[in-house]
């Protein structure tokens, strides 16, 4: 399979509280990006991290990777519970055109 | 509003009908994609078009067929639809800097 993983599978805190998911992957990649897909609708890209990057914020977002280890994580600060959603991180390789998408971290944020 | 459209949005079929899944953008841009989700799994790629006339198979292609009409459109058609094949279908297109653009996602059920 070419499938990354990303863990936790779920997770669940309080509002304010910060969120944290991590992502590994396979091959070498040219780019590393983070989505967000809300309940019934499609995915809406966040924050992209190219190769030679080891880390990026935008806004409440804070993406590292670590291409020693393949592995990427994405963390949201004072979480709010708009940002209940599920998390989806997407290696894009140095050739082809595909990206491998990982299986999802679902946040619940409580209020 | 720019974006990616897809139709339907829901269809129910029987084993063994064909249907095509619609698919258009209007932000220009070359590439376009086709996405099936299933619980627990992530995205997998189905089949992709890196530019107006040029197809090429991803990661699950089995059971499926894609026409790029012109630079706008990618349909995806089902020929003789299988239980297997019970999933929501997106369809995004990539833009320049990299991010994939992704529907709202097209929820197949076979019967």
């Known amino acids: 399979s070419q499938q990354g993983e990303e863990d936790p599978q779920a997770l669940s805190i309080q509002e304010g509280e910060n969120a944290t998911m991590n992502c590994s992957y396979k091959t070498s990649i040219n780019n590393l990006q983070w989505y967000r897909q809300n309940s019934g609708r499609g995915l809406v890209h966040l924050i992209l991290?190219?190769?030679?990057?080891r880390e990026k914020h935008s806004g409440r977002l804070r993406v590292t990777l670590d291409t020693s280890k393949k592995s990427s994580s994405l963390l949201i600060t004072a979480s709010r519970a708009a940002d209940t959603a599920s998390y989806f991180c997407?290696?894009?390789?140095?050739?082809?055109?595909?990206?491998?998408f990982g299986p999802g971290t679902r946040l619940s944020v409580l209020p | 509003n720019a974006g990616v459209t897809q139709t339907p949005k829901f269809q129910v079929l029987k084993t063994g009908q064909s249907m095509t899944l619609q698919c258009a953008q209007d932000?220009?841009?070359?590439?376009m994609y086709w996405y099936r989700q299933d619980p627990g799994m992530g995205l997998r790629l189905i089949y992709y078009?890196?530019?107006?006339?040029?197809?090429d198979k991803g990661e699950v292609p089995n059971g499926y067929n894609v026409s790029r009409l012109n630079k706008r459109e990618f349909s995806l058609r089902l020929e003789s639809a299988a239980p297997s094949q019970t999933s929501v279908y997106f369809c995004?297109?990539?833009?320049?800097?990299?991010?994939?653009?992704f529907g709202e996602g097209s929820r197949l059920t076979v019967l």
């Open positions: 078009s890196a530019s107006e006339g040029t197809t």
């Open positions: 991290i190219r190769s030679n990057e």
């Open positions: 932000m220009n841009h070359n590439s």
């Open positions: 997407a290696s894009r390789p140095n050739y082809g055109q595909n990206f491998v």
């Open positions: 995004a297109s990539i833009r320049p800097a990299g991010e994939l653009f």
